[in-house]
């Protein structure tokens, strides 16, 4: 008789409740495909030069063991710095701060120091595919409220509803990965205002805080939730540099929280991973002091991908709203039910084959029970992160979808 174990038998309940990273996954498919890849948030165009060669300064000077477990002095400081001239928090860099892996690791060691099981998060949903399993990861059980589209609104009495004596913390991604969408200043208070009467913490994933498109007549602002009354020593922010200096594969992300839980996390992260890469750390303290020039200019090139990306879309005959922020949009693609595709999973999969362009299918922001009756399952999502060569090769390709 065979003494092997299944390797059914030897995965966690934790791990067999959640797939792979669909998105990582459509990256593979546009290079097996030689697709324009649409697909994956990252840039394809130049990290900043001062930045690029701040990190070859610190290797040839030797930064190249292990910093500070919670991060490098020079960059907690920079950090300080930034969020008090951006947001006015006055952030203690030896107390507050807590240098990680990325951001997905600040979210997931937030959670993990902060959360027991039993407890309940509140996750909006479509919602960027790391949150659901955070939450399962930290023995908590996601509690989900819908953005619904097409301006992904989301309902106070359900909002409300989903508090209750379980409820442990919510997760706000502003701007808003998968959908773009900003909250505005009276949807802030209202989750605030919940917060405060339940004595829950929020984890506001920050990420995109500079890449936001104001129009004529509309002011699109960046509004953090530790900003708001009562929400300062509730609050963990998460934020990385990944996003506003081009650079997601470099992993050096923050946690921003008052000092008892930024302690927790610490301990977390130092099991986790001990710590970030030295010498990207290094680099991290001359990108934050970037002038605000630097921001201003990041906005504008955004905006201009931006509108590219929406003609290139609304000429193909996808129906979308606007993105406020962030540098996707989620799409309707109702439209093109005559090509019989059986849901998004299957369209996204024709798209890549046939089209030539690489996206992210919508149900995968979604609970899998929910895809289909909040509409996940007709809708994809685009990032216009790329270069004007790409967004152009993407635009051609997607134009041939009206002949079909």
Known sequence: MSTLVSAHAKVSRRAARFT??????????????????????FPDFAAPEAIKEAAARAIAADINQ??????????????????QWYLGLDVDPEREI??????????????MATVDPGDEVIVFEPFYENYGPDA???????????????????DRDELRAAFNDRTRAIILCNPNNPTGKVFTREEMEFIAGLCV????????DEIYE???????????EHISMAQMEGMRERTVVINSMSKTYSV?????????????ITNAIRKVHDFLTVGAAAPLQAAGAVALRMPREYYAELQAAYQCRRD??????????????????????????????HLGHADDVEFTRWMVREVGVAVVPGSSFYFADHARELGGDRQVRFCFCKTDATLTAAAERLATLGQR
Not at 66 to 83: F, N, P, Q, S
Not at 312 to 320: D, K, N, Q, S
């Open 210 to 220: 500079h890449i936001l498109y104001p129009s004529e007549g509309r002011t699109v």
């Open 20 to 41: 792979e990273s669909v998105i990582r996954e459509m990256t593979r498919e546009a290079l097996k495909h030689g697709a324009v890849n649409l697909s994956q948030g």
């Open 197 to 204: 009467e339940h004595d829950v913490l929020c984890f506001s």
């Open 248 to 260: 997601t594969g470099w992993r050096v992300g923050w946690a921003i929280a008052p000092p008892e």
């Open 98 to 111: 807590v240098v990680t892996c990325g951001s997905t690791e600040a979210m997931i060691a937030a959670m």
């Open 66 to 83: 292990y910093a500070i477990t919670w991060g490098a002095k020079d960059l907690r400081e920079a950090i300080r710095d930034k969020v």
């Open 308 to 337: 590219f990306m929406l003609g290139a879309l609304r000429t193909a005959g996808f129906g979308f709203t606007d993105p406020d922020g962030a540098y996707y949009v989620m799409t309707d693609i109702t439209p093109f039910a």
């Open 136 to 154: 399962i990861l930290s023995d908590a059980t996601p509690r989900y409220v819908p953005l619904r589209a097409p301006d992904w609104h989301f």
